[in-house]
Each structure stands twice: as C-alpha cells, then as structure tokens.
C-alpha cells in the first residue's frame, strides 16, 4: 500500500506564510507527478501546482508568483511553500501522487487534507 502524509497546515493571518510537506512511503518503484490540491467548503476540488518528476511546474493564475512547489526525491517528499497568503487562499489542501508500483503498475494516491485558514 501507498501512504501520503501531510503537515503544515494552520492558522495564519494575511501577508503570511505557511510551508506544507507530504511525505509518500509504501509499495513504490517511482513517483512521477506530486501535485497539491485545494478545496474550500462549498467549491470543487482544485489544482494548485503539480511537479513533474523532471522537476516542469505548473501553477494555478491564482497562486502564481506566490506558491513555490519544489520535491524531494531521496525523501519521496513534496512541498509548497505559500508566501503572501490572502483570505480566498482558505482551503483544505490535499497532496497528490502519481507513482509506479513495485509490480510495475501506475497508480494515484491522496492525502488526507490539511487544513490552511488565513483570517483577514
């Protein structure tokens, strides 16, 4: 089986900042894309910023020049560092995965949710 464990959430006030890490362990050969995710109460679940395993990052127009995605791969590890965070970046933030099993298969797992409050 495959774990992804989250931390870093919190409360924070506007202006701030918050660094989340997911840690993915298990029954892996690779991991290729690690992305982050977002969800706040009465709204779909959406992209925030996804790293290919050849490091190419993707952005939401929402979080750009203000999120930072980067990973570790000796510690099968990703972060995002949110910088600058706004009221309307509130959210449940969910870490993403997409890895190749030790029997050869691909798969995507995610975490249980982090809780980000920024009050105004």
């Known amino acids: 089986q495959v774990q992804l464990v989250e931390s870093g959430g919190g409360l924070v006030q506007a202006g701030g900042s918050l660094r989340l890490s997911c840690a993915v362990s298990?029954?892996?050969?690779?991991?290729?894309?690690l992305g982050w995710y977002r969800q706040a109460p009465g709204k779909q679940r959406e992209l925030v910023a996804v790293?290919?395993?050849?490091?190419?990052?993707t952005y939401a127009d929402s979080v750009k020049g203000r999120f930072a995605i980067s990973r570790d791969n000796a510690k099968n590890t990703v972060y995002l560092q949110m910088d600058n965070l706004k009221p309307e970046d509130t959210a449940v933030y969910y870490c993403?995965?997409?890895?190749?099993?030790?029997?050869?298969?691909?798969?995507?797992?995610w975490g249980q949710g982090t809780q980000v409050t920024v009050s105004s």
């Open positions: 298990g029954s892996i050969s690779s991991i290729n894309a």
């Open positions: 993403n995965a997409h890895v190749v099993l030790t029997d050869a298969r691909w798969s995507s797992y």
């Open positions: 790293i290919a395993s050849g490091r190419m990052t």
